[in-house]
């Protein structure tokens, strides 16, 4: 059976997150079900496996999982077709690609990368909403980089770790944290883009909410190291909605979607 990696954006407002739940909507059951509908491997309940398993409401520009399909295709009308069983979800296959049997969405990611968009403005969001979080005051970012510095590197992230996690472990390499600022009408955007090779449950999200009390004046950008070295859930700052996260990509030895390691066909002129 031809194994596929597929790049997968959405827009995660009206799913209970990536993973498939039998009573709620999910983008996992979304793509399942266009792939039964190309592919009768699928109609035995087969799964797929992706990078991240996005909580609901977080959004993706860069998803990747991978599917086991009983026939062969080219990688660029396997998209297609998946793109039209899609609708009218708001969920879209960017690429896809043959890789090798042994390749997993999951396990073989070195890294995954997120962003996360910070609107600041006492304007209602229009074209965003849904997609940003919004906060009404402008916001101190250099202050907001001398607080994220304390969190890069390897460390317990026991503060910033959701209640409900699973991982085994509490200690993470995050391995960078930029903070952008970008004009927009009436204010500024923020964006944090947070990387490392796996999250803890709600830690980006955890820290998110934290460097905006930084920002905002409410912390020192001290106390974000304070909080790190107490490994308490109590320490924490708010944890921010999930609106405004993204999963924007993921990392592997060998980029599956590149032409020499999927055999991956460019659309027709």
């Known amino acids: 059976m031809p194994r596929f990696a597929l790049k997968i954006e959405y827009d995660g407002g009206p799913f209970a997150g990536w993973q498939a739940q039998a009573d709620q909507p999910s983008v996992q059951g979304a793509v399942e079900r266009a792939l039964a509908a190309l592919d009768p491997g ?3 309940g087969a799964r797929i496996a992706a990078a991240g398993r ?47 049997d042994d390749f997993h969405a999951r396990f073989d990611a070195t890294e995954r990368r997120y962003t996360f968009r910070l609107l600041a403005r006492r304007a209602p969001a229009t074209h965003d909403r849904g997609l940003v ?26 503060t910033f770790r959701s209640t409900m996690c699973q991982s085994a472990s509490p200690v993470k390499t995050l ?15 923020y964006r944090l883009h947070l990387r490392a090779r796996s999250f803890l449950h709600n830690q980006v ?21 304070e909080a790190l ?17 993204y999963l924007t990509g993921a990392g592997y030895p060998q980029d599956p979607f590149t032409a020499s390691s999927s055999g991956s066909v460019s659309s027709p002129e």
């Open 42 to 44: 699928f109609r035995a």
């Open 54 to 100: 996005t909580d609901a409401g977080v959004h993706a520009t860069g998803q990747v999982a991978h599917a086991d399909l009983a026939r062969e295709w080219e990688p660029f009308r396997l998209a297609e077709a998946l793109n039209w069983h899609l609708k009218p979800d708001p969920v879209a296959v960017l690429e896809a690609a043959l890789v090798p």
């Open 133 to 158: 979080w919004q906060v009404r005051q402008p916001l101190d970012a250099g202050a907001m980089r001398q607080g994220a510095a304390h969190l890069v590197g390897r460390h317990d992230f026991t």
């Open 229 to 245: 070295a107490a490994k308490d859930r109590a320490a924490c700052g708010p944890v921010c909605p999930p609106q405004g996260l």
């Open 175 to 189: 391995d960078a944290i930029g903070i952008e600022e970008l004009p927009v009408p009436s204010g500024t955007e």
């Open 205 to 225: 999200r955890s820290i998110v909410g934290t460097l905006e009390r930084v920002g905002a004046g409410a912390w020192p950008p001290q106390r974000v190291a």
